[in-house]
């Protein structure tokens, strides 16, 4: 058991153990409004196919009668985040209940939600039920490969977008063995929940944050592939902009689903067209240590020289990540693990939950300020549990990705509109919260600066935090 203390902790620290381990964790919340709490992440972890257990708490099946303060509609709350809901009626049935919510999560790849009224957990007659063998992801048919296979073969400028399971080190390979054989070029969602890269892994692209960029990314594209995932769309709406950003005269074949293999429909295809064994890997870029002013830029060039091998990224620095992560490309092998649905306050969850699925790995967090105190909390479990987490804040001290948004629609706002983005009045000091909850931080003003307190704190063991006051 690991102890959070709050419920969005709780569920983004299980969204990142179940993505690096690949088998479920669960959380105890406390009844209707502790759910809540966690919906946010719950948010999250669905757009990320996680298999995450929820064990949520509920009044006594007999004094629901009586409308007691913390009463409420708890399914009605789980199903948008759930594919599976259930509210244990008989403590006879308790095991099977919650043997079926096990096989759920795992066969969904997501969130499962088993609610428990108090008079069950009290009550005797409850059995240990026999674990329930989850479902495997359905098969992609011969015909629909063979038809990717086929168009592949004819296309002029093709393009495969993967994500899910097929972002992993061995499909990966099938995917490089067919853009090298048939001159596709690779590309992954921006949003990937788990994806591994940098030197000597297979190149791709991940697509970009802005519609339009995606949509010039894939300007003449005959042909877009898809493997465990959708054809992209823009984050938000915009006058006068599209949605789909697909091209119009792009033919699409979902060559597999979000709930299908993915990675056996690959090796297939790859059966039919890939003949070649030279494949596009990306090279290892040696970074020298950029110097001067503090900027998103040069903490990323500090970033990428000296991440350590086989380090896991978690990702939630927002616009400051967007001059980061390519930079990070050609970095030594690595984890990279995105922000998926959008709801901030995931970044320091997400990396309790990896540090404990890996902890022969570093665990390297990046987030922004704001973005930090939606789950601040997360630190003080950071320390309690000795994680071994660098966790790099972004300080810009502006919720600087609206004011993006503002300039993306030509807004003009005023003093006062402006004022709501602005988080200077008074000013956060991340590293001072850091160390009232346990865990050794800095916070630096300069990339020289930086660099020797990342330097330092890679070589050490247990939880650091570098608040960057970026210029």
Same mark, same amino acid.
């Given at each position: 058991?690991?102890?959070?203390?709050?419920?969005?902790?709780?569920?983004?620290?299980?969204?990142?153990?179940?993505?690096?381990?690949?088998?479920?964790?669960?959380?105890?919340? #406390?009844?209707?409004?502790?759910?809540?709490?966690?919906?946010?992440?719950?948010?999250?972890?669905?757009?990320?196919?996680?298999?995450?257990?929820?064990? !949520?708490?509920? #009044?006594?099946?007999?004094?629901?009668?009586?409308? @007691?303060?913390?009463?409420?509609?708890?399914?009605?709350?789980?199903?948008?985040?759930?594919?599976?809901? $259930?509210? !244990?009626?008989?403590?006879?049935?308790?095991?099977?209940?919650?043997?079926?919510?096990?096989?759920?999560?795992? %066969?969904? #790849?997501?969130?499962?939600?088993?609610?428990?009224?108090?008079?069950?957990?009290?009550?005797?007659?409850?059995?240990?039920?026999?674990?329930?063998?989850?479902?495997?992801?359905?098969?992609?048919?011969?015909?629909?490969?063979?038809?990717?296979?086929?168009?592949?073969?004819?296309?002029?400028?093709?393009?495969?977008?993967?994500?899910?399971?097929?972002?992993?080190?061995?499909?990966?390979?099938?995917?490089? $063995?067919?853009?090298?054989?048939?001159?596709?070029?690779?590309?992954?969602?921006?949003?990937?929940? $788990?994806?591994?890269?940098?030197?000597?892994?297979?190149?791709?692209?991940?697509?970009?944050?802005?519609?339009?960029?995606?949509?010039?990314?894939?300007?003449?594209?005959?042909?877009?592939?898809? !493997?465990?995932?959708?054809?992209?769309?823009?984050?938000?709406?915009?006058?006068?902009?599209?949605?789909?950003?697909?091209?119009?005269?792009?033919?699409?074949?979902?060559?597999?689903? *979000?709930?299908?293999?993915?990675?056996?429909?690959?090796?297939?295809?790859?059966?039919?067209?890939?003949?070649?064994?030279?494949?596009?890997?990306?090279?290892?870029?040696? $970074?020298?240590?950029?110097?001067?002013?503090?900027?998103?830029?040069?903490?990323?060039? =500090?970033?990428?020289?000296?991440?350590?091998?086989?380090?896991?990224?978690?990702?939630?620095?927002?616009?400051?990540?967007?001059? !980061?992560?390519?930079?990070?490309?050609?970095? =030594?092998?690595?984890?990279?693990?995105? #922000?998926?649905?959008?709801?901030?306050?995931?970044?320091?969850?997400?990396?309790?939950?990896?540090?404990?699925?890996?902890?022969?790995?570093?665990?390297?967090?990046?987030?922004?300020?704001?973005?930090?105190?939606?789950?601040?909390? %997360?630190?003080?479990?950071? @320390?309690?549990?000795?994680?071994?987490?660098?966790?790099?804040?972004?300080?810009?001290?502006?919720?600087?990705?609206?004011?993006?948004?503002?300039?993306?629609?030509?807004?003009?706002?005023?003093?006062?509109? *402006?004022?709501?983005?602005?988080?200077?009045?008074?000013?956060?000091?991340?590293?001072?919260?850091?160390?009232?909850?346990?865990?050794?931080?800095?916070? =630096?003003?300069?990339?020289?600066?930086?660099?020797?307190?990342?330097?330092? @704190?890679?070589?050490?063991?247990?939880?650091?935090?570098?608040?960057?006051?970026?210029?």
């Amino acid at each position: 058991p690991v102890l959070c203390l709050f419920e969005g902790v709780a569920t983004g620290a299980a969204d990142g153990y179940a993505r690096m381990a690949g088998r479920p964790a669960a959380t105890l919340l #406390h009844l209707g409004p502790g759910l809540s709490n966690g919906l946010a992440n719950l948010h999250n972890a669905r757009r990320a196919m996680s298999p995450v257990i929820n064990i !949520v708490g509920d #009044h006594a099946v007999w004094h629901r009668q009586f409308d @007691a303060p913390l009463t409420s509609d708890i399914e009605g709350l789980a199903r948008p985040v759930s594919a599976f809901v $259930r509210t !244990v009626r008989d403590v006879s049935q308790a095991g099977r209940d919650a043997a079926q919510a096990v096989a759920a999560a795992r %066969s969904a #790849h997501g969130v499962a939600t088993l609610i428990a009224p108090a008079d069950i957990a009290w009550s005797k007659g409850g059995e240990v039920a026999a674990p329930i063998r989850p479902m495997a992801p359905r098969l992609v048919d011969t015909a629909r490969i063979a038809a990717a296979a086929r168009a592949l073969n004819a296309a002029r400028r093709p393009a495969i977008l993967i994500g899910g399971s097929v972002l992993r080190r061995a499909p990966l390979e099938l995917a490089g $063995r067919i853009a090298a054989t048939t001159g596709a070029r690779l590309y992954c969602d921006f949003f990937a929940p $788990r994806l591994e890269r940098g030197a000597g892994m297979v190149a791709l692209k991940r697509l970009a944050y802005f519609g339009e960029q995606v949509t010039q990314e894939l300007k003449g594209t005959d042909l877009l592939i898809l !493997v465990e995932t959708d054809p992209p769309v823009a984050f938000f709406a915009y006058p006068g902009k599209p949605s789909e950003l697909t091209p119009p005269d792009t033919r699409v074949i979902q060559l597999a689903r *979000r709930s299908e293999d993915g990675c056996s429909a690959l090796s297939a295809l790859a059966d039919l067209v890939a003949t070649q064994r030279d494949i596009a890997r990306q090279a290892l870029v040696r $970074r020298e240590l950029p110097r001067g002013a503090l900027t998103a830029s040069s903490a990323g060039g =500090v970033i990428a020289a000296l991440l350590p091998e086989n380090a896991i990224v978690v990702d939630e620095s927002v616009t400051s990540g967007m001059a !980061v992560e390519p930079l990070c490309q050609g970095a =030594v092998p690595h984890d990279w693990l995105s #922000h998926t649905g959008g709801a901030l306050g995931l970044g320091l969850p997400m990396s309790i939950g990896a540090a404990i699925a890996c902890p022969d790995r570093k665990t390297v967090c990046l987030t922004g300020d704001g973005s930090a105190m939606y789950t601040v909390q %997360s630190l003080w479990t950071h @320390a309690r549990e000795k994680l071994d987490i660098v966790t790099i804040v972004f300080s810009n001290r502006a919720y600087a990705v609206l004011d993006h948004e503002l300039k993306r629609f030509r807004a003009q706002p005023g003093s006062a509109a *402006r004022s709501m983005l602005d988080l200077t009045r008074p000013e956060l000091r991340l590293a001072d919260l850091a160390r009232s909850m346990g865990v050794e931080a800095s916070r =630096v003003e300069t990339t020289e600066a930086f660099a020797d307190e990342l330097r330092s @704190a890679l070589a050490a063991r247990g939880p650091r935090l570098i608040e960057l006051a970026l210029g």
